[in-house]
């Protein structure tokens, strides 16, 4: 620090600060840490904003997935039911049931028709 003037007691009792041989004040290490630590803290804030965005997309694209799978999970198992139903439906077993179920009756059959069942169920189930 050759040709710094060292910190020395003017007569008013103030400390001056050295300056270099190029006229720039020094700064004290204490304030220059302060400055380093501000510095830091506001790269620190600026990395912050910037990364806000894109990991808020990443965030909200994920729990979209999530829903949009099982979405799919669901409409998969209610496809698989339904392709279930629509083989029963097909098969020649289900028609027939369905038609007597209706009151239909292929040709050459009698119909009978039995009336009364519930109650005849209620006395013989009071024995």
Known sequence: MSGAAADENSGSGR?????????????????????????????????????????RAYVETKRTL?????????LTARKRALEERLSEIRSGATLVRG???????????RLFIVRGIPAWRRAHARR
């Open 15 to 55: 400390i001056r600060s050295a300056v270099y041989e190029d006229g720039c004040p020094m700064l004290r290490p204490r304030r220059r840490r302060r400055l380093a630590r501000w510095a830091v803290l506001g790269l620190v804030l600026l990395l912050a904003l910037l990364y806000y965005r894109p990991v």
């Open 66 to 74: 999530q829903a949009r799978t099982a979405e799919v999970a669901t």
């Open 99 to 109: 038609a007597r179920r209706l009151g239909l009756v292929k040709p050459g059959e």
